[in-house]
């Protein structure tokens, strides 16, 4: 079994930082991508950033130039460094991994999710 913990969320003021934190523990060969995922009451869950293996990423249009996603390989851990917070980007905010693990002699991939992290920005 695979463990997904998100830590580092809270209240800012517009214009603020925030990092977030996501690590990943049990069963994991290894981790080959990481997502940052947030859904606001009434919305869908989106995508805002994310991670490969070879430590390319890619974020959403809305955070791009402010939100930086890196990653700790040996320690299975990821981080959202958040600047210029909006009251807009007020959302639970989840991490997802992607991982191969073993199953019996087996090599097999999986996602799992965090349960999230709650980040408020105010006006």
């Known amino acids: 079994q695979v463990q997904v913990v998100e830590s580092g969320g809270g209240l800012v003021q517009a214009g603020g930082s925030l990092r977030l934190s996501c690590a990943a523990s049990?069963?994991?060969?290894?981790?080959?991508?990481m997502g940052w995922y947030r859904q606001a009451p009434g919305n869908q869950r989106e995508l805002v950033a994310s991670?490969?293996?070879?430590?390319?990423?890619d974020y959403a249009d809305s955070v791009k130039g402010r939100f930086t996603f890196s990653r700790d390989k040996g320690k299975n851990t990821a981080y959202l460094q958040m600047s210029s917070l909006k009251p807009e980007d007020t959302a639970v905010y989840y991490c997802?991994?992607?991982?191969?693990?073993?199953?019996?002699?087996?090599?097999?991939?999986?996602?799992?999710w965090g349960q999230g992290t709650q980040v408020t920005v105010s006006s």
């Open positions: 991670i490969n293996s070879g430590g390319s990423t």
């Open positions: 049990g069963n994991i060969f290894n981790i080959h991508h």
């Open positions: 997802k991994a992607g991982f191969t693990y073993y199953s019996g002699s087996w090599l097999k991939t999986a996602d799992s």
